[in-house]
């Protein structure tokens, strides 16, 4: 009993110990999450991907609008003429202008196209944050818990240790057994294994933990008040996810961009197209000139094509369209299936956490009270050591319940915010910038931007 009161402030003075060496650079879920939005580069990719997919818009846009080019041309040479070199030099410049002024609709199906793509890469985004902000979370937890667990098991060993001491003592006046010992030594060498397998637990998550945030973890804890984010039953979680969760709302964006692709191919089938050009330009020739060729000349033109025959190619167009226009929709009914069993097994999850939680803290009360009383025992003669070693064995495997079980509510906990498409950092008013392409799309929603630089 002395030995293990002993032993019990050993270890409350190193994790002491630990904890003033960490409270200075604590870090709190909040400010993982912080550092893990600025720094993920997934997110990033994402972000870039949406800008990228911006610019289709500009281009379906062009499809209408006028192109105009300039040329300039020239040769330098001579020509014998009558026994004589003569110098035969051209020059030509001209102006080209190329509208398209009725394509069926085909270019607005296009745009009406692209502006879906942009906003299905914009809750792409949304949908990456949360996986990011998520990940984090699991990371966090599982280096909390893997701290907690190896501070537990190391405490094992030092338990293990002084019992098989104990073991030894007792042997050497004649109280105790070689099997007590043995016995001591067996456990005291699980204790040892089951501690350096926490330690490469923990420095895998460690490092884990570091891949996403950016920065080792320094002293971490599981407060957070996000709590009061959560909805107070399971079918009003489930209402808010099919609203506004991010892979809702880019599936039905894609049914969107889908049904716009399936009008421009049959408009670009069942339509005729009408353009107009134009042309302006001089010419000159040296060094005499040619009157008949030097000037100014200019021209207009039209252009009126109906499709009549192109191979099977614009039929094939149709039809591709038009499946994967049937894809997008059942996408989105597949996607409203992941979404509500994502949200059931979070609240399940929570729940079951919860009852884990109760049944872990009832096991440790009584498993202190019953390694008490069999420590008492074994010194008083009616119990063995290896009672004493199985009432720790059952303490621990309690205690690391324990931990496992309130790792498992707080995971579960932002698995349901995630599931309800609320693991955002404006939801969770995050100190960051919020990554969105909306502002670069909203630029270069200028039809005229070529004429301007865009800020990437």
Not at 78 to 102: A, C, E, F, M, R
Request: some cysteine; charged content about 15%; hydrophobic content about 45%.
């Amino acid at each position: 009993m002395k030995n293990r009161g002993l032993i019990g402030a050993s270890v409350l003075a190193v994790v002491l110990a630990c904890a003033s060496a960490g409270a200075a650079h604590a870090q709190s879920i909040s400010q993982a999450l912080t550092a893990a939005y600025n720094h993920a580069p997934d997110l990033q990719s994402a972000l870039l991907s949406a800008k990228a997919s911006a610019e289709g818009i500009v281009q379906a846009k062009s499809g209408m609008l006028p192109t105009v080019g300039a040329s300039i041309s020239g040769t330098a040479g001579t020509s014998l003429v009558g026994g004589n070199w003569t110098p035969n030099s051209s020059l030509t410049t001209g102006l080209s202008y190329n509208q398209t002024i009725y394509d069926n609709n085909r270019t607005s199906a296009q745009v009406e196209a692209a502006r879906a793509a942009a906003e299905v890469a914009e809750y792409q985004i949304r949908n990456t944050e949360q996986n990011v902000l998520l990940q984090v979370v699991q990371a966090y937890m599982a280096v909390l818990s893997g701290r907690e667990l190896l501070a537990l098991r190391q405490e094992n060993v030092t338990f293990f240790q002084a019992q098989l001491q104990s073991a030894q003592d007792r042997l050497d006046v004649g109280e105790g057994t070689r099997i007590d010992v043995a016995q001591a030594q067996a456990r005291l060498a699980q204790g040892q294994a089951a501690q350096q397998a926490a330690v490469g637990s923990l420095q895998s998550s460690e490092a884990t933990f570091q891949r996403l945030v950016g920065q080792r973890p320094q002293g971490l804890s599981t407060g957070h008040n996000y709590g009061n984010l959560l909805p107070r039953s399971i079918d009003a979680a489930i209402a808010e996810a099919e609203i506004g969760h991010p892979a809702i709302l880019l599936s039905k964006a894609a049914i969107r961009a889908a049904q716009a692709g399936s009008d421009a191919a049959q408009a670009g089938y069942f339509g005729a197209t009408a353009s107009v050009t134009g042309q302006v330009g001089t010419s000159w020739t040296g060094p005499s000139g040619n009157p008949a060729r030097d000037g100014i000349s200019a021209s207009l033109g039209f252009n009126i094509s109906i499709p009549i025959y192109s191979g099977g190619r614009m039929g094939s167009a149709v039809r591709q369209a038009n499946l994967n226009q049937i894809k997008s929709e059942v996408d989105a009914m597949s996607a409203y299936d992941q979404i509500r069993e994502a949200v059931i097994a979070a609240w399940t999850g929570i729940q079951s956490a919860d009852a884990q939680i109760s049944a872990a803290q009832a096991a440790v009360a009584s498993s202190n009270t019953v390694l008490d009383g069999v420590i008492q025992e074994r010194d008083l003669g009616a119990a063995t050591t290896l009672d004493v070693l199985n009432a720790q064995a059952d303490l621990t495997s309690a205690r690391e319940a324990l931990i496992n079980a309130s790792s498992s509510k707080t995971v579960a906990t932002f698995s349901l915010l995630s599931a309800m498409g609320r693991l955002t950092a404006r939801d969770l008013a995050l100190q960051v910038e919020i990554k969105t392409a909306v502002p670069y799309t909203q630029a270069v929603e200028d039809v005229w931007q070529e004429l301007r630089t865009v800020a990437e």
